[in-house]
C-alpha cells in the first residue's frame, strides 16, 4: 500500500485567520518529515489560485517526490436536483480541471440526494455527465459515501455499477466506516473500488494503539480483499497534527505487516 497525506490533517494551519503553513511548503513536510510519498488535497484549499500558481504547486510537489494523487471537493453536490444539478456538474468541472492541472490521477466528491428511486436515476444521469468530463481529463471519478443516497455500500456499489465504465470508483473513510458499527463488511465492500482511500485517525493512547475505534478492523479489512493502492492519511484529532499524522503511518505499518505475516 501506498501512503500519502491528506492536506486535510493540517486544515487548521493552511486556512482561516492564523494561517501558519503554505500549502506549498506541504510536499517537502509530508516527504522529509513524515515520510510519506503523496498528497489528497481538498479543493477548497485552492480557492482562488490562478492556474500558474497550481502548477507551481504541482513542480514542487514533483521535486519533493510527493505528488498530488487525488483533489477532492469537500462539499456535497446536489447531483439529485433538477434546479441545482447543472451548477454541481459545472463545480465538479472547475474541480476535475484543477485535478488534471495538479496531476492528480483522481478526483472525488459526495453526493447530496435522498435514497430514493427518483433521486437514483436523476444522480446516476448526473454522474454520466461528470464521467464525460472525468474520461477526456483522463482522470478517476471517486464517490465518497454521504449521508442519503450514498450511505451503505450497496448504494455506492449500485450507482458504480450503473454509470459503468473503467474511471468510477469510490472513495471511502476509516471513520465513517467505523461509525457504521461494522468498519470491515464496509471496507470489504467498498475498497476493490477505490484507487484511493481515507485513512482517517481520530485519538491515540500513549502506547500508539488508535483509541476512538479499532484501526486495526480496518486494516484487516484492506488486507482481507487484498487492496495494494492508496491510503491517504487524514489526522483528526486534537493533538499535534505532525505527530497524530506520525502515530497514523506507524500504526498502519504495524498493523499492515502484522497482517501480511
Not at 471517486?142 to 455500500?153: D, H, K, R, S, V
Not at 493533538?239 to 506520525?246: F, L, N, P, S
Amino acid at each position: 500500500m501506498l501512503l500519502i497525506l491528506s492536506a486535510s490533517s493540517f486544515r487548521s494551519q493552511l486556512t482561516g485567520r492564523h494561517v501558519s503553513l503554505d500549502l506549498l511548503d506541504l510536499p517537502r513536510i509530508a516527504h522529509e518529515e513524515l515520510e510519506l510519498h503523496g498528497l489528497a488535497i481538498p479543493a477548497d484549499f485552492l480557492k482562488g489560485w490562478s492556474a500558474a500558481k497550481i502548477e507551481e504547486l504541482r513542480r514542487g510537489a514533483d521535486k519533493a517526490a510527493c505528488p498530488a494523487l487525488l483533489l477532492h471537493e469537500p462539499d456535497l453536490q446536489p447531483l439529485g436536483s433538477p434546479s441545482y444539478s447543472p451548477g454541481a456538474i459545472d463545480r465538479l468541472r472547475r474541480v476535475f480541471q484543477a485535478a488534471e492541472r495538479l496531476g492528480c490521477s483522481s478526483a472525488g466528491f459526495g453526493i447530496k440526494a435522498q435514497d430514493n428511486d427518483t433521486d437514483f436515476e436523476r444522480v446516476v444521469e448526473s454522474l454520466k455527465k461528470v464521467m464525460e468530463i472525468a474520461e477526456r481529463l483522463g482522470l478517476n471519478m471517486l464517490i465518497q459515501p454521504a449521508a442519503g443516497l450514498t450511505e451503505t455500500p450497496d448504494r455506492v456499489t449500485e450507482l458504480i455499477k450503473r454509470v459503468g465504465g473503467f474511471r468510477i470508483g469510490s472513495l471511502p473513510d476509516f471513520e465513517a466506516a467505523a461509525a457504521t458499527g461494522d468498519p470491515a463488511h464496509y471496507l470489504r465492500r467498498l475498497a476493490p473500488y477505490a484507487p484511493v482511500l481515507f485513512g482517517s485517525t481520530v485519538e491515540f493512547f500513549k502506547k500508539g494503539t488508535h483509541k476512538a475505534f479499532d484501526l486495526g478492523a480496518c486494516a484487516g479489512a484492506l488486507l482481507e480483499v487484498g487492496y495494494d493502492a492508496t491510503v491517504a492519511i487524514e489526522y483528526r484529532g486534537d493533538d499535534d497534527i505532525k505527530q497524530g499524522v506520525a502515530q497514523t503511518r506507524d500504526e498502519l505499518r504495524r498493523l499492515i505487516e502484522e497482517g501480511k505475516g
